[in-house]
T-cell receptor
Framework: AQTVTQSQPEMSVQEAETVTLSCTYDTSESDYYLFWYKQPPSRQMILVIRQEAYKQQNATENRFSVNFQKAAKSFSLKISDSQLGDAAMYFCAYRRSNAGNNRKLIWGLGTSLAVNP | EAQVTQNPRYLITVTGKKLTVTCSQNMNHEYMSWYRQDPGLGLRQIYYSMNVEVTDKGDVPEGYKVSRKEKRNFPLILESPSPNQTSLYFC???????????FGPGTRLTVL
């Protein structure tokens, strides 16, 4: 069964600095998708970034980028120029490419990120 | 504004008293889903719906019911709540074939 592990329950970063959140996953599939979701104190989950496993190029969305290492089954999230509004719980998630209509996600337990002014 | 709304946001109730948590989306999404979020267990899917009148069980459906009579609404029903259903509940929706799910703001439920 697929699993997603976020080994850092809590992290902190100084405003304007860069932080990297770790995520590893276990799968025997070769084709799949990976996601980072953000859950701010308002609790509403927001998709931050999506990566397709068959794409070599790391996904980027403004200040957010990933380091996708397929062989190592690692999918870390880098936040550059951290802002106070980046403080949130971050969840890594995985789904198989043939996950059916439900497109079920396997979720990590999250990393709580604090941003210090 | 495109959004998923849930009501109530907070609810404290007692064991056995039937309750309904409403979920509504205004994006004409076919797919809707309910999750519960618990410390140490992460997000777990309760039920999902591919379209009107089409619902299916997720990973933890016991003790819950859903219905999908209209495209925009997907209520979660707890016929006889128990303390182990104390949790944070999220509704989400997305278009068929899309990956991005849009989540509601969550409902914090406490069952005494």
């Amino acid at each position: 069964a697929q699993t997603v592990t976020q080994s850092q329950p809590e992290m902190s970063v100084q405003e304007a600095e860069t932080v990297t959140l770790s995520c590893t996953y276990d799968t025997s599939e070769s084709d799949y998708y990976l996601f980072w979701y953000k859950q701010p104190p308002s609790r509403q989950m927001i998709l931050v970034i999506r990566q397709e496993a068959y794409k070599q190029q790391n996904a980027t969305e403004n200040r957010f980028s990933v380091n996708f290492q397929k062989a190592a089954k690692s999918f870390s999230l880098k936040i550059s120029d951290s802002q106070l509004g980046d403080a949130a719980m971050y969840f890594c998630a995985y789904r198989r490419s043939n996950a059916g209509n439900n497109r079920k996600l396997i979720w990590g337990l999250g990393t709580s990120l604090a941003v210090n002014p | 504004e495109a959004q998923v709304t849930q009501n109530p946001r907070y609810l404290i109730t007692v064991t056995g008293k039937k309750l309904t948590v409403t979920c509504s989306q205004n994006m004409n999404h076919e797919y809707m889903s309910w999750y519960r979020q618990d410390p140490g267990l992460g997000l777990r899917q309760i039920y999902y719906s591919m379209n009107v009148e089409v619902t299916d069980k997720g990973d933890v459906p016991e003790g819950y019911k859903v219905s999908r009579k209209e495209k925009r609404n997907f209520p979660l029903i707890l016929e006889s709540p128990s303390p182990n259903q104390t949790s944070l509940y999220f509704c989400a929706s997305r278009k068929t074939g899309a990956d991005e799910q849009f989540f509601g703001p969550g409902t914090r439920l406490t069952v005494l």
